[in-house]
């Protein structure tokens, strides 16, 4: 819709096939909205992407679904407009898990640092940072650990 502020509208929940079950925050979130762009203009812009484009990441990432790696069970929960991505787990040990899965360290082992251990908990900080950066570029940034540790 032409001159709509705001995120958009409630566009349901992402279909997947062979996921049991989402996290109930990452639930709420669609429940409330369907994505959202937040800091537009500013160094930290992200988008948090739409149901339909919640999808598994290697396809898109590194073009195969490479079904024996730990990320095959990433999805993608955020993007910006320069193709880089942050993933979300829904691996069972680490269901709702966030990820830097930048085109030049998704699926590299040592090179995936942990986010948040919740979708809520990746959103709380990307707002705090106020869109002056990615906060896990900032340089207070805490790891909580690699992706394949």
């Known amino acids: 819709m032409s001159g709509q502020?705001?995120?958009?509208?409630p566009a349901g929940?992402?279909?997947?096939?062979?996921v049991d079950r989402l996290p109930d925050d990452l639930v709420r979130f669609?429940?409330?909205?369907?994505?959202?762009t937040l800091f537009m203009g500013q160094s930290g812009q992200i988008r948090i992407?739409?149901?339909?484009?919640?999808?598994?990441a290697n396809p898109v990432i590194v073009g195969e679904l490479c079904q024996s790696d730990?990320?095959?069970?990433?999805?993608?929960?955020?993007?910006?407009?320069n193709g880089q991505y942050?993933?979300?787990d829904l691996s069972t040990s680490r269901s709702g898990w966030c990820y830097d899965s930048f085109w030049d360290r998704h699926g590299v082992p040592g090179q995936n640092d942990i986010l948040a251990h919740s979708f809520i908990g990746?959103?709380?900080?990307?707002?705090?940072?106020?869109?002056?950066d990615f906060y896990w570029f900032l340089s207070?940034?805490?790891?909580?650990?690699?992706?394949?540790?």
Request: hydrophobic share 40%; with cysteine; proline share 6%.
């Open 122 to 132: 990746f959103l709380n900080l990307v707002v705090l940072s106020e869109g002056v």
């Open 13 to 18: 929940q992402p279909v997947l096939e062979e």
């Open 86 to 88: 942050v993933t979300f």
């Open 5 to 9: 502020t705001g995120p958009p509208q």
């Open 140 to 149: 207070d940034f805490v790891s909580l650990g690699d992706a394949y540790s």
């Open 49 to 56: 992407v739409r149901p339909a484009e919640f999808v598994r």
């Open 70 to 81: 730990r990320s095959y069970e990433w999805f993608i929960v955020a993007s910006d407009d």
């Open 30 to 36: 669609y429940e409330l909205c369907g994505g959202v």
